[in-house]
């Protein structure tokens, strides 16, 4: 059975720009995005893979807004980790309205804020490798926004828009090698 050494970092973050709230990598509902990605050899026994995505969602009210609110906005999102096109880890994250009271007139932008971290150890590369490159990638998937809602004489209707983003995204690959069985006992 071959045995974990230290993790070495040697493959260092790629960053999209430094973004300053409003993020500028809009999500599309149901839609996917690639965030960033890292293209490395697959010389190693195994990859420590880590991401951290910062994300945002805004409501903003349709104007003149003159309807109470009776349902709040929401976003949700699923952050992945691929190697080579494959899913290897994956989060899901919501953010929701703040601030929502039943029966408020909604007539304010409001915006929140989120950090989806994941992280993985890809050990496929002990099992053998076929590439001689590896690519490691960042993605939002299955994006689903909720508009804030209200009820007028038994009438369901939107009284706002929901734009959810991405800003700062890093992705981190270091590798990690093993030692022998002997190695380890000695």
């Known amino acids: 059975m071959a045995t974990l050494k230290d993790i070495e970092r040697v493959y260092g ?3 999209n720009a430094i973004d300053t709230p409003p993020f500028t990598t809009t999500l599309p ?3 996917t995005v690639g965030l960033c990605s890292i293209t490395v ?3 190693r026994d195994a990859y420590l893979v880590r991401a ?3 994300w945002s969602v805004t409501f903003t009210p349709i104007l003149p807004a003159v309807n109470l609110l009776s349902s709040p906005g929401a976003a949700q999102v ?4 691929l190697k080579d096109g494959g899913p290897i880890a994956r989060v899901t994250q919501s953010l929701g309205q703040l601030g929502f009271i039943v029966g ?3 007539n304010t932008t409001t915006s929140n804020f989120g950090i989806a971290a994941l ?4 050990t496929s590369s002990l099992c053998g490798t076929s590439n001689e490159l590896s690519t490691f990638e960042v993605r939002a998937t299955n994006i689903n926004l909720t508009v804030p809602l209200s009820v007028v004489t038994g009438t369901i209707i939107p009284v706002g828009n929901v734009v959810s983003a991405v800003g700062h995204v890093s992705l981190v690959v270091e590798q990690v090698d ?3 069985q002997e190695a380890v006992n000695s």
């Open 104 to 106: 408020a007139v909604f």
């Open 13 to 15: 973050c790629e960053i």
């Open 29 to 31: 509902v149901n839609g």
């Open 178 to 180: 093993t030692c022998r």
């Open 78 to 81: 699923q952050f992945e980790i």
């Open 119 to 122: 992280q993985v150890l890809d």
């Open 41 to 43: 050899p697959t010389r």
């Open 52 to 54: 951290v995505i910062n």
